[in-house]
């Protein structure tokens, strides 16, 4: 199997909330600020950082973890936040790597987080209901995990699976999905330096709402990808069911790669509104959420809109 190595991604410098919001204020000065940030010191330079977050402040811790989707807890926006810390256990928490690998095993979250390089990940977060936010992520980089598992050549994806426990996650006691919660990424997805593993936001442990204490993140997919609460992972050649695909498949793909072009059955995706902007103003949904750059070589030659 032919495993694509990108060049590394430098993590951004640990930076706390305030300094980011003191980034946010700076940049709500407008072009001509911005512009200046070109040429910014080394205490702005983390606005211009390699996975393509320029001129997007992050969203506020506040945002970040009050306006959620957490099926698992309710289906508005703020029942997450008010329901995961309330019955979600996130200690002790073990994740299962198997499937086809050479080193499958259980692992204890704490011990996960200290055999791995935790990295600050500044990226943009686009949900398939157009809005959006940046969050400035920590977490281990997705590739370091499934190099230690060691893979076998047929392995061709890599499964997730959420915790199944209606005692803690009660939205599991309505058929709203088919739980647990799935979801899969092709091996060499899987594999890129972008995607993490989410263990914290702003230097803080993940909330429960967030997906605490591990959960995925694939910026340059539709916010349903990245998966919450993650008690398995699995190596496979078949590609693997996922939860939003499964409820309705005519309206959520395997690869739901962000693409302004290809409409949502019920709407547009070209679109987006940004948690914390006015509630009128609209940005421009980007090819893979700004990411192209980064990841348009994975998805050379196929019909990304038959393939969304
Ligand atoms: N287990 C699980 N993971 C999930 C979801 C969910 O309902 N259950 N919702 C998804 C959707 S639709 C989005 S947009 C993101 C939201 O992540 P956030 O609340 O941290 O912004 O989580 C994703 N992961
Ligand atoms: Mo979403």
Known sequence: MLIRRPDDIPSSEITPERDYLDRRRFLGLGA???ALAVVAPASLAACADAEGAQADAPNTWDEITSYNNFYEFGTGKSDPAENAPKTLKTRPWT????????????????????????QSRTYRFRCVEAWSMVVPWNGIPLRDMIARAQPQPSAKYVEFTTLMDPE??????RRVLDWPYVEGLRMDEAMHPLALLATGIYNRPLPAQNGAPLRLVVPWKYGFKSIKSVVRIRFTAQQPATAW????????GFFANVNPEVDH????QARERRIG??????????????????VAALYRGMDLRRYY
């Open 32 to 34: 001509a600020a911005a």
């Open 277 to 294: 902007d006015g509630w009128f103003r609209r940005r421009d949904t980007l090819p893979f959420n700004g990411y192209a750059e980064q």
């Open 95 to 118: 994740v299962r790597i198997d499937g086809l690998c050479a080193r499958p095993g259980q692992y204890a979250f704490d011990d996960l987080v200290r055999q791995n390089r935790i």
């Open 245 to 252: 695909n499964v409820s309705a498949p005519g309206e959520y």
């Open 168 to 173: 803690q996650m009660p939205g599991q006691r």
């Open 265 to 268: 059955p019920r709407w547009s």
